[in-house]
């Protein structure tokens, strides 16, 4: 969905190196999702933002952070990567709307740590 | 937290015939269950969902079933099309603010010519 950009698309970095996946988006939601995807796992979150002040950690947070430079806007960082961060991160987005709420995705980012 | 799971994890049909995927989910107090369509090289795009008010839903070749009572939802295509080919997510979540949606593993469909 091009109204939800992810950068950069591939990465490939060594253990211990800092990292970061931006995600932005011109839908105008408030509310911004990290996800990441492994074959056999699903989609598992990371981290989430309601709005521009508001940070929540999700199932899986350790060894991430996040940054919500805007309400466009929400950063993904690996403080120090290491090889079983390597996986697909997806970015999200959606609008609350009342019960149940679409959730629209980047394209993702294909991270390689070795 | 609330847990969902999903079967197969992988789905071969011919062109023509249905294909079906199964959830289950263990939070009796979720209400909002949609369904994600991700071909490869894409993000999830959601493609039907349904509410807990509802016992079946339906879109053109996609439906969708809910059963409450035994905590299981079920996404039905039939005339599959190879375009139908892709990996599949159900999600289940407490609809309303401040909720966020647990997805199932995923099945990768086949529609074979």
């Known amino acids: 969905d091009a109204d939800v950009t992810q950068t950069p698309r591939n990465r490939i970095t060594k253990t211990g190196k800092r990292i970061m996946l931006e995600c932005s988006q011109t839908?105008?939601?408030?509310?911004m999702y990290w996800y990441r995807q492994d074959p056999g796992l699903g989609l598992r979150l990371i981290y989430y933002?309601?709005?521009?002040?508001?940070?929540n950690k999700g199932e899986i947070s350790d060894g991430y952070s996040v940054s919500r430079q805007a309400q466009a806007k929400f950063s993904l960082s690996l403080e120090s990567a290491i090889p079983n961060q390597t996986a697909l991160y997806f970015c999200?987005?959606?609008?609350?709307?009342?019960?149940?709420?679409?959730?629209?995705f980047g394209p993702g980012t294909r991270l390689l740590v070795l | 937290g609330e847990n969902v799971e999903q079967h197969p994890s992988t789905l071969s049909v011919q062109e023509g015939d249905s294909a079906v995927i199964k959830c289950t989910y263990s939070?009796?107090?979720?209400?909002?269950f949609p369904w994600y369509k991700q071909e490869l090289g894409k993000g999830p795009q959601l493609i039907i969902d349904i509410r807990s008010n509802v016992g079946e839903k339906k879109d053109q070749r996609i439906a969708v079933t809910l059963n409450k009572t035994a905590k299981h939802f079920s996404l039905h295509i039939t005339e599959t099309q190879p375009e139908d080919s892709a990996v599949y997510f159900c999600a289940a979540s407490i609809g309303g603010g401040g909720n966020k949606l647990t997805f199932g593993t995923g099945t990768q469909l086949k529609v074979e010519l």
């Open positions: 933002s309601f709005d521009v002040k508001d940070i």
């Open positions: 999200a987005t959606s609008d609350f709307a009342g019960p149940g709420e679409t959730q629209y």
């Open positions: 839908k105008g939601h408030d509310r």
């Open positions: 939070d009796s107090a979720s209400n909002y």
